[in-house]
């Protein structure tokens, strides 16, 4: 079995042996935490474990004890989801941000802008 492949271009890639994946992978990831003051959080967590003990986790040595949101990449973090499953790596962050409800004008209000706009205009 050879060690590398060529392209038709000439490059070479490494191959990586089967047997060799398994104990260059992890079993835990560390994750950094970044808070709205950007107070940074490191915690080591296993790559199996529901993501929703970790952030329970996180709340409680912050002792946070309102609404909180977990974004990664954008998007709000799945509880029942596994740092595998949602593709955490080493050093990967995680914002941590508080809810916001709300945030814009009521629809009626709105219109009555518009319509105040376009009779004095």
């Known amino acids: ?3 590398s492949i060529s392209s038709d271009s000439g ?8 047997e060799e994946a398994p104990s ?13 003051e950007n107070e940074e959080t490191f915690m080591k967590v296993s790559r199996t474990m529901k993501l ?8 409680q040595h912050k002792q946070l ?11 709000r973090i799945n509880r029942s989801l596994t740092a595998d499953q949602v593709g955490l790596q080493d050093g990967d962050e ?10 814009g004008l ?3 209000i709105l219109l ?3 319509l105040i706009t376009l009779l004095y205009c």
């Open 1 to 3: 079995m050879s060690d």
């Open 11 to 18: 490059s070479t890639f490494k191959k990586l042996k089967t």
């Open 24 to 36: 260059q992978i992890s079993k835990f990831v560390t994750i950094k935490f970044i808070n709205q």
């Open 52 to 59: 929703g003990k970790v952030l329970d986790g996180y709340c």
């Open 65 to 75: 004890k309102e609404q909180i949101d977990f974004i990664y990449n954008g998007y």
């Open 94 to 103: 995680i914002e941590v941000l508080a809810k916001v409800y709300g945030g």
């Open 106 to 108: 009521p629809v009626t």
């Open 112 to 114: 009555l802008l518009m």
